[in-house]
């Protein structure tokens, strides 16, 4: 009888543990997703994180890019465009809202540093690139909170010193 309930007791244990283990699994599994983080110490190193999240980004995909002047959020659309296959010239469109490269695959790069309502968003026709199927790279998202559904890629941009910067980049397909 004593042996039994010993072995119950195990059998019990043994349960519990592979139950802690599964949750911590999925946690783990859940705080490595949560965020890639990059340190980059040149416009090329910031240029090719953006090709390789750019490759693996499917059509219709929203990516919003956050952070200050000069951080680099150029400097990654025009990685994205390489890493689409689009051998276009790339620059912020401050002064024209939009640029379209198109290609094999399209890319639509916005500069939402202009913009100050919803309203203007919807003049520029926002909703209708939303529908194109091209991939979108919104830089200044914090002007536009508006325009993002929970389902856009987010890549913060910091600046480390002259030539290095934080990349962070949330929502991204491997995650
Ligand atoms: N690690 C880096 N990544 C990106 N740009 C860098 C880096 N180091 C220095 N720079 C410089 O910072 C500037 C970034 O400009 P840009 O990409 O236009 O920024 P933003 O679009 O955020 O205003 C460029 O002059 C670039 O040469
Ligand atoms: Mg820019």
Redesign the pocket.
């Known amino acids: 009888m004593a042996y039994f309930s010993i072995e119950k007791l195990f059998t019990q244990w043994r349960k519990a543990w592979y139950n802690y283990e599964l949750k911590m699994n999925s946690l783990l599994k859940t705080m490595e997703c949560t965020a890639l983080i990059y340190t ?4 090329q ?3 090719a994180v953006g090709a390789a999240l750019a490759e693996k980004l499917p059509g219709g995909s929203v990516v919003a ?1 956050y ?12 990685g994205m465009a390489r890493g689409m296959g689009l051998t276009c010239r790339v620059s ?1 469109p401050t002064f024209t809202i939009v640029n379209e490269y198109l290609g094999k695959r399209d890319l639509i790069h916005f ?1 939402m540093y202009r913009l100050g309502s919803a309203d203007e968003l919807f003049d520029i026709g926002w909703e209708d690139y939303l529908n194109r199927g091209a991939v979108c790279a919104v ?1 200044w998202s914090e002007n536009v909170p508006e325009a993002f559904y929970g389902d856009e890629v987010r890549v913060t ?1 910091e600046k480390l010193g ?4 934080r990349i962070t980049i949330e929502g991204a397909p491997e995650c």
């Open positions: 980059t110490n040149s416009e190193e910031t240029e890019m952070g200050d002047l000069g951080s680099g959020k150029t400097a990654f659309v025009r912020s500069d830089e941009f002259d030539h290095s910067r």
